[in-house]
C-alpha cells in the first residue's frame, strides 16, 4: 500500500525559510521521478520541483533560486529547501511521482505553508 506523507509546513514571516519533507511507503523514490507540488485556495495544484530517477532536477521558474529539492534514498524521503518565501508561496504542498500519480487520484494529506507578517 502507497503512502506519502507531507510534514514541515507552517507560519513562517516574508523572507523565511522552511523545509518540507515526504515520506514515501509501498514504492521505491529513487526508481521514479519524484515531485513537489502546491495548491493554493482557488487555484489548480502546479508543479514547482521535480528529481528524476537519476537525479537531475529541475523547479518552476516562480520558484527559482529559492526552492531546492532533493531526496535521500536510503531513507525514502524527498525534501523541499523553501528560501526567501514570500505571500504568494501560501498554499498546500504536496508531494507525488511526476508526471502521474503513482496511485491514480491519490495524493497525501499535504502540508499547509503560510508566509504571512
Known amino acids: 500500500q502507497v503512502q506519502l506523507v507531507e510534514s514541515g509546513g507552517g507560519l513562517v514571516q516574508p523572507g523565511g525559510s522552511l523545509r518540507l519533507s515526504c515520506a514515501a511507503s509501498?514504492?521505491?523514490?529513487?526508481?521514479?521521478?519524484m515531485a513537489w507540488y502546491r495548491q493554493a485556495p482557488g487555484t489548480q495544484r502546479e508543479l514547482i520541483a521535480r528529481?528524476?530517477?537519476?537525479?537531475?532536477?529541475s523547479v518552476a521558474d516562480s520558484v527559482k533560486g529559492r526552492f531546492t529539492i532533493s531526496r535521500d534514498s536510503a531513507k525514502n524521503m524527498v525534501y523541499l529547501q523553501m528560501d526567501s518565501l514570500k505571500p504568494d508561496d501560501t498554499a498546500v504542498y504536496y508531494c507525488?511521482?511526476?508526471?502521474?500519480?503513482?496511485?491514480?487520484?491519490?495524493w497525501g494529506q499535504g502540508t499547509q505553508v503560510t508566509v504571512s507578517s
Open positions: 507525488n511521482t511526476h508526471p502521474r500519480t503513482y496511485v491514480p487520484g491519490y
Open positions: 509501498g514504492m521505491r523514490i529513487s526508481a521514479n521521478t
Open positions: 528529481i528524476t530517477s537519476n537525479g537531475y532536477t
